[in-house]
């Protein structure tokens, strides 16, 4: 996967146990353990590992499929996985130079078969921990993947020379850039599932899809070259995806064959600007829980940050602070949740007393440290209260600590002095300057916190914060009344002048 993604909002996962027995019911897999159990002493496997075909109907048999062409076709999909997973030890009878049964030297009518045992992993499907299941899954998950990405051969004997070597170059076929395709595609459905903060769970059209690995972000209106390049990928994608989809990584409703055009076999990419009812026969994908695990799992191993929920538990306050700076409010609150619980009531001083300490500093991502301490503290209930009270005469962390007291209707709770006032509404617009959050929000803060001060900018500018300058300058951008807007900007000048000398 590319390295240059931007980044990725947080991920709720299910709990392993729920991803182990999602994983344990896919299709696929399903068929791959059955095979496993049925395999015997007297299963004849190819040199390669592959189920030789005088047993392919007996093993769709055993699997409840038809004996026909595409039952022999499914059990030995399934036979590869068995083998590609574990579950499953083939041997090559030029390994050991027996035959397949044991009984001596390999003739002319074994050389080409192997031996097949039982797979140390099987058992861990039974006896294993929902990690080991989810360990083997994922090495499904990456041998279902390499079958989608292989190249479709229409006449495999037009590859074939007069030697009997295979022309490889006769492909057309770059592995790397095939898998890399996918593996974008994948990482764009992930975002689109994470979108809006878990809004875009629906499936996602295959046009769409498609073109948001080939349309330009600039283009306007798509030239006929790019509609069909984009024709085309959803056509290979829905190949892949009828691949993937046994594997439980996602839900697929396949290309409507109707609308398939026989000329090239490619649908109309302007089915991506389609009313709803239309473009569901082109095609919809959705990723499911174990689908956005396996993601998820190949983009770490890409060495991609794709932060999860429930990362931070356990870890420091300053990294807990850091890492849920740009999250999204219902994710950083469900972060925040599990670092606490970590604690447990007894705890909830030494906690909120951690929070406050790397809350500290005057680096440029102060600021949003103390707005989430506040928010994380809002979290943690009446037993933080001594530690909260510890820091009220702290210049830094008075004034959020005031506010947490009086949220919650604390007696005894000193006024703050005029100087903390000031800082407390620098820092409160910096943070959220830095959070880029709404801008009507961020106006109504900024009118808001200049409308509760008589001569509010005729003060402000002695702040003795690192953003007061800057704050100042977005005051005057985004107050709404034109004399205040002018006075924000003549005390931002100030403050870089007091700054200055």
């Not at 998950?141 to 190249?151: K, R």
Request: charged share 25%; with cysteine.
């Amino acid at each position: 996967m590319s390295a240059e993604r931007p980044f990725l909002p947080p991920v709720r996962l299910n709990s392993e146990a729920e991803l182990a027995r999602d994983a344990l019911a896919a299709p696929l897999f399903v068929r791959a353990v059955r095979l496993a159990r049925w395999a015997g002493p007297d299963t004849r496997v190819g040199a390669g590992g592959e189920l030789v075909e005088a047993q392919l109907p007996a093993a769709a048999e055993h699997l409840g499929l038809p004996a026909d062409e595409d039952g022999a076709a499914y059990a030995g999909e399934a036979w590869r996985l068995a083998v590609d997973t574990g579950l499953l030890d083939v041997t090559d009878p030029e390994e050991d130079g027996r035959d397949p049964e044991g009984q001596g030297e390999v003739g002319p009518e074994s050389e080409s078969e192997g031996t097949v045992t039982v797979g140390e992993n099987l058992a861990l499907l039974t006896g294993g921990s929902p990690q080991d299941v989810l360990s083997i899954w994922l090495d499904g998950l990456d041998a279902v993947h390499a079958d989608a990405t292989a190249p479709v051969l229409d006449d495999f004997a037009d590859l074939v020379g007069e030697d009997g070597s295979i022309d490889f170059d006769a492909l057309d076929w770059d592995p790397e850039a095939e898998a890399e395709f996918l593996d974008g595609v994948l990482g764009n459905l992930y975002l689109l599932t994470l979108a809006d903060n878990g809004a875009g769970e629906g499936p996602v059209p295959l046009p769409a899809l498609a073109a948001s690995m080939i349309v330009p972000d600039d283009m306007g209106e798509p030239t006929d070259d790019i509609l069909e390049q984009v024709s085309e990928a959803m056509m290979r994608l829905d190949d892949q995806f009828r691949l993937l989809e046994p594997i439980g990584i996602v839900e697929y409703r396949p290309v409507d064959e109707a609308l398939l055009v026989e000329e090239g076999e490619t649908a109309d990419a302007s089915a991506a600007g389609a009313d709803d009812e239309d473009v569901t026969r082109y095609g919809m994908v959705k990723l499911t829980p174990l689908g956005l695990y396996g993601v998820r799992a190949r983009m770490l191993e890409a060495g991609l940050e794709a932060p999860a929920v429930g990362d931070l538990a356990g870890k420091g306050a300053d990294a807990l602070l850091d890492g849920i700076a740009h999250y999204p409010e219902s994710a950083a609150r469900a972060e925040v949740k599990l670092w606490l619980a970590a604690y447990g009531t007894e705890g909830a001083v030494a906690a909120a007393a951690e929070l406050l300490a790397a809350a500290r500093g005057t680096d440029e991502g102060a600021p949003l440290r103390r707005l989430h301490c506040q928010q994380a503290l809002a979290l943690a209930g009446p037993e933080a209260e001594p530690a909260v009270r510890a820091v009220l005469g702290d210049p830094e962390l008075g004034g959020l600590a005031r506010v947490w007291l009086a949220e919650r209707g604390a007696a005894d709770v000193p006024a703050p002095p005029e100087d903390m006032i000031f800082w407390l509404a620098i820092d409160t617009i910096a943070a959220q300057l830095d959070a880029d959050g709404e801008l009507d929000e961020l106006q109504g803060l900024v009118e808001g916190l200049s409308a509760q001060h008589g001569g509010f900018f005729d003060e402000v500018w002695r702040v003795d914060h690192p953003a007061t300058a800057d704050v100042l300058e977005a005051m005057g951008r985004l107050h709404s009344d034109k004399k205040a807007a002018k006075d924000a900007r003549k005390a931002a000048f100030k403050a870089r002048s007091r700054a200055g000398s």
